[in-house]
T-cell receptor, first 117, second 112 residues
Framework: AQTVTQSQPEMSVQEAETVTLSCTYD???????LFWYKQPPSRQMILVIR??????QNATENRFSVNFQKAAKSFSLKISDSQLGDAAMYFC??????????????FGRGTSLIVHP | DTAVSQTPKYLVTQMGNDKSIKCEQN?????MYWYKQDSKKFLKIMFS???????INETVPNRFSPKSPDKAHLNLHINSLELGDSAVYFC???????????FGPGTRLTVL
């Protein structure tokens, strides 16, 4: 079974600075998807970024980018120019794409990001 | 238009009651899901359902049952509510069982 580990329960960053949230996972599959979700105090789960394992290029969405290290099974999220609105719980998730695997995502336990003005 | 909606957003009830949470998606997706998020924010899948297959997480008590009147709706019915059922419940949907998931706003259930 796949597992997703977020080793940082909480992270802090000053507004306008850069922060990196770590995520590691364990799988024997070669093809899969990785996700970062943001959950602000409003509770809404918002997809931040998605990475397909067969793509070597790191995904980027505006100020959000990932460092995907497939061999190391690492998928960290970098937030540049942090804003107060980035304060939220961030979840890393893994999902298989193979027919023999489970399509249901496995979520990490989350990292709470605090942004200081 | 809201893609995935849930009602109610808040539900406070007494132990032992039976309650339902409704979920609707207007995305034309084939697959819907229910998740439970506990007080420590841990997100756990409860059900995955499309018109062909219901996948149940075996750790979910049989007091919980999904009911799907049509492809756009997946309601969660809970019998004999217990204190430990207090949590936020999220509905989600995806185009296919392998597709990207879109989440509803969540329903905070409090059992007294």
């Amino acid at each position: 079974a796949q597992t997703v580990t977020q080793s940082q329960p909480e992270m802090s960053v000053q507004e306008a600075e850069t922060v990196t949230l770590s995520c590691t996972y364990d799988t024997s599959e070669s093809d899969y998807y990785l996700f970062w979700y943001k959950q602000p105090p409003s509770r809404q789960m918002i997809l931040v970024i998605r990475q397909e394992a067969y793509k070597q290029q790191n995904a980027t969405e505006n100020r959000f980018s990932v460092n995907f290290q497939k061999a190391a099974k690492s998928f960290s999220l970098k937030i540049s120019d942090s804003q107060l609105g980035d304060a939220a719980m961030y979840f890393c998730a893994y999902r298989s794409v193979s027919a023999g695997g489970s399509y249901i995502p496995t979520f990490g336990r989350g990292t709470s990001l605090i942004v200081h003005p | 238009d809201t893609a995935v909606s849930q009602t109610p957003k808040y539900l406070v009830t007494q132990m032992g009651n039976d309650k339902s949470i409704k979920c609707e998606q207007n995305l034309g997706h084939d697959t819907m899901y229910w998740y439970k998020q506990d007080s420590k924010k841990f997100l756990k899948i409860m059900f995955s359902y499309n018109n062909k297959e219901l996948i149940i997480n075996e750790t979910v008590p049989n007091r919980f049952s999904p009911k799907s009147p049509d492809k756009a709706h997946l309601n969660l019915h809970i019998n004999s509510l217990e204190l430990g059922d207090s949590a936020v419940y999220f509905c989600a949907s995806s185009q296919t069982s392998a597709g990207e998931q879109f989440f509803g706003p969540g329903t905070r259930l409090t059992v007294l």
